[in-house]
């Protein structure tokens, strides 16, 4: 069974400051990588995602998210945060196979203080 | 496209009474997944189906939740009775097979509170 771990349940950052939420997940077979963004009041909407080719993949508003097989990780990054990116983060892994049916991290609450 | 579609937005009901959340998927989806997430919890799949079948019941909580899925264009999350343990939101996402990346996209919830 897929699992996904997200390191941090809270970080807290100034304004400017870089970002790195991370995630792991557990599945041995071709996997579809995904983080998703939940501003408050809101629902669950796509920031970037993972299926092949290039690891370095480029999202909205900035972001960006690396994946390292070797190391089961994909990790968000985000080099210079805004107060408008307090958020929750969801990372979540989907077996590379049709599954459909998506493995959610925990999430990542994010405050990024003016 | 409009989108996933949810209804009601909110809802406030008193305890032991019945609760019906409802939700279309984006036309051309075959499959539907309903969330739970509250404070305690975070985000838990419930259950979700594939082409109007149920697949995974297994985050259902109890009896007292069940989803139907008549067709494919709509489906159903009852409560009954509800609790107010059962205070959350609840989401309703789909995704379509074939697409490779098996993205979900989520619908805007409903608020459902129990006194």
């Known amino acids: 069974a897929q699992s996904v771990s997200q390191h941090n349940h809270h970080v807290i950052l100034s304004e400017a400051a870089s970002l790195e939420l991370g995630c792991n997940y557990s599945?041995?077979?071709?996997?579809?990588l995904f983080w998703y963004v939940q501003y408050p009041g809101q629902h669950l909407q796509l920031l970037l995602k993972?299926?092949?080719?290039?690891?370095l993949v480029k999202g909205i508003k900035g972001f960006e998210a690396e994946f390292i097989k070797s190391k089961f990780s994909f990790n968000l990054r985000k080099p210079s945060v805004q107060w408008s990116d307090t958020a929750e983060y969801f990372c979540?892994?989907?077996?590379?196979?049709?599954?459909?049916?998506?493995?959610f991290g925990d999430g990542t609450t994010l405050t990024v203080k003016p | 496209d409009a989108g996933v579609i949810q209804s009601p937005r909110h809802e406030v009901t008193e305890m032991g009474q019945e609760v019906t959340l409802r939700c279309k998927p984006i036309?051309?989806?075959?499959?539907l997944f309903w969330y739970r997430q509250t404070m305690m919890r975070g985000l838990e799949l419930l259950i979700y189906?594939?082409?109007?079948?149920?697949?995974?019941d297994s985050g259902m909580p109890e009896d007292r939740f069940s989803a139907k899925m008549p067709n494919a264009s709509f489906s159903t999350l009852k409560i009954q009775p509800s609790e107010p343990r059962d205070s959350a939101v609840y989401f309703c996402?789909?995704?379509?097979?074939?697409?490779?990346?098996?993205?979900?996209?989520f619908g805007p919830g409903t608020r459902l509170t129990v006194l």
């Open positions: 996402a789909s995704s379509a097979q074939g697409d490779p990346y098996n993205e979900q996209f």
């Open positions: 599945y041995g077979g071709t996997v579809n």
């Open positions: 993972y299926f092949s080719g290039d690891p």
């Open positions: 979540a892994v989907n077996a590379g196979t049709n599954a459909g049916k998506s493995t």
């Open positions: 036309s051309g989806h075959d499959y």
């Open positions: 189906f594939n082409n109007n079948v149920p697949i995974d």
